[in-house]
């Protein structure tokens, strides 16, 4: 149920992230999802592409440090408290989030969530336990 | 192996009376032969007669490289021009470049010291030798190959560049020796494993090293990535080139070849001559040249020197590997501080690419220093708070090092310059 995330280091410099964008348009990967961490001079650009291995490959051919890791998808509703009816269910079960980044799918008119906590198969498990509408892998590089 | 045991194993006392003769004769030579010399000497009240004993070199005055300058460019010539067989000059980034003439005699010199100097790497004629150092006015090319000819080992005089190339040829000769600059040596190693030649593919069964300063975890690195021994190489244009010291298997320090070098150490403020195993400036004098001796040069090199016979059976002095020079000591917030020490600690961190620069800038009337670094799949983590410790764990290692906060920058891969030659490790925006 995880589904794959690249994070790229991005160095505080002009044109960085769009160089790295450029290198997925080119091999035709689109992107389902993007955040953006920023620190002082530099920053970690965090992507959810179908294909996420020939993506890592083509980044690091290009001199990109790419790393895989997991995240969670989660649909909610698209109203207010949706996402809070979320979090709840990951606090009454002590699960710490490092970060999460949300986002729209107009198409199905549902709203996603993307979990990172700290215990990722702790997360789930408390996901699952409290009926959380947890997205696949292949329905979320599909969307 | 030894090349020439008797001059490389020769009693204190032997060395030491052959040594003042030779002093006597490049003395009296250069004072007959050279006005710089001649005018130098009489200033100072110094006659060539009152050289008695080695200790009476002391008495001499120094030569700098200003005053090289001054002779530019046949100035310093001991000899009828026509008697000059090859020049060399220094880079000339600093200023008007110095000269160094040589005659037959003196590349025979040559070509004896770094054989001498080959043949401690474990160089025999079997051995071919791939020599990335630069062909030219540089003195590096030119003195590894004289003495890679006199030893009979077959030379590839590939000069620097050509990086691919140089590993296709590593490859395809079947090179037993390299020969590079450590930063040029860590850029080549990357290339070969980019092109797939892994370490144990390639048949090295040394590495020698000149012309930049390195520090003892950079040798380790390199000797990692070679699979083969690192062994140090010294020596400066203005004395005769690579070839004044090199480093025996033991690996503990460069033996100077001071039946043709006579080394001195000398704090470099008050100029008064140190003991043994004291650190200073390495001064030098030429015993043997004979187009253009030279007495007493300032090398601002630092290091510190050590008799006795060595495990290798040697009993020429041996010099530490360079720790500094005068002159690239940066004094940051009053704090001496060296680039080899921001190295050391740099290289202590697992996952630390040694590519590095130094950045000095005086912000608010007070200094600061940046160092970039090179982030690697090690080194990076997709969480935030990871990413800042690395950069702090950095940062206080460098502190631990040099006793200043610095601010660390983590780059991105291959960003920083490579170089072909010396490394541009420090740039100081300083207006001083």
Aim: hydrophobic share 40%; proline share 5%; with cysteine.
């Amino acid at each position: 149920m995880k589904i794959k995330q690249l994070s790229i280091f991005l160095e505080n410099k002009k044109g960085r992230m769009r160089k790295a964008l450029e290198v997925l348009a080119h091999a035709g990967i689109n992107i389902r999802a993007l955040s953006i961490a920023d620190i002082s001079d530099f920053g970690i650009l965090r992507l959810i592409v179908p294909r996420p291995e020939e993506a890592q490959a083509l980044l690091l051919d290009n001199n990109f440090v790419v790393k895989m890791g997991h995240v969670i998808a989660v649909e909610m509703n698209d109203q207010p408290g949706g996402l809070s009816a979320v979090l709840r269910t990951l606090d009454d079960a002590s699960i710490n989030l490092d970060y999460l980044y949300a986002f729209v799918d107009e198409k199905e008119e549902k709203a996603i969530v993307l979990l990172h906590p700290e215990d990722i198969e702790a997360g789930i498990e408390a996901l699952e336990k409290g009926r959380a509408n947890i997205i696949a892998p292949e329905d979320v590089y599909n969307w | 192996m030894i090349w020439n045991e008797k001059a490389e194993c020769m009693s204190k006392d032997e060395r030491e009376e052959l040594q003042l003769k030779n002093l006597q004769n490049v003395v009296k030579r250069a004072y007959e032969t050279v006005p710089y010399y001649q005018k130098r000497f009489d200033k100072e009240g110094i006659k060539p007669e009152d050289i008695k004993t080695m200790d009476d070199i002391h008495r001499l005055p120094f030569t700098t490289k200003n005053d090289l300058r001054d002779a530019y460019p046949f100035g310093m010539f001991a000899v009828p021009r026509r008697e000059i067989v090859e020049l060399h000059t220094s880079s000339g980034t600093t200023g008007k470049p110095t000269v160094s003439g040589y005659t037959k005699k003196d590349i025979e010199i040559w070509s004896e010291v770094m054989a001498r100097g080959l043949t401690m790497f474990g160089a025999t004629e079997d051995d071919i030798i791939q020599n990335t150092h630069g062909y030219g006015l540089f003195t590096g090319g030119f003195g590894v190959h004289y003495g890679a000819q006199k030893l009979g080992a077959m030379v590839i005089p590939i000069s620097t560049g050509q990086t691919r190339r140089q590993i296709e040829i590593m490859k395809d000769f079947g090179a037993t020796i390299l020969i590079v600059t450590p930063s040029y040596g860590l850029y080549l190693a990357e290339v070969a494993k980019e092109e797939g030649l892994d370490n144990d593919e390639m048949k090295l069964k040394a590495v020698g090293f000149g012309a930049e300063m390195w520090t003892e975890e950079m040798r380790q690195e390199i000797q990692r990535r070679f699979n083969a021994p690192a062994y140090n190489i010294y020596g400066l244009t203005e004395i005769i080139g690579p070839g004044v010291a090199l480093e025996c298997p033991e690996q503990d320090g460069l033996h100077v070849m001071e039946d043709h070098f006579y080394p001195e150490i000398i704090d470099p403020q008050s100029t008064k001559v140190l003991s043994e195993g004291e650190k200073g400036e390495l001064v030098l004098t030429s015993l043997t040249r004979h187009g253009m001796p030279i007495i007493r040069f300032r090398t601002k090199d630092i290091t510190s020197l050590q008799s006795g016979t060595c495990p290798c059976g040697r009993t020429m002095i041996k010099m530490d590997r360079i720790t500094g020079r005068t002159d690239d000591m940066l004094k940051i917030r009053g704090v001496a501080v060296f680039p080899s020490q921001i190295e050391k600690a740099l290289l202590k961190i697992d996952g630390l690419e040694p590519h590095y620069q130094i950045i000095v800038t005086r912000p608010q009337h007070l200094d600061e220093l940046e160092v970039q670094v090179e982030t690697s799949p090690e080194l990076f983590s997709d969480e935030v708070k990871e990413l800042v410790n690395i950069k702090k764990k950095i940062e206080n290692r460098v502190h631990d090092e040099i006793g200043l906060r610095v601010n660390v920058t983590l780059v991105e891969p291959k960003t920083l310059p490579r170089s072909e030659g010396k490394a541009v490790r420090v740039i100081d925006k300083r207006e001083l």
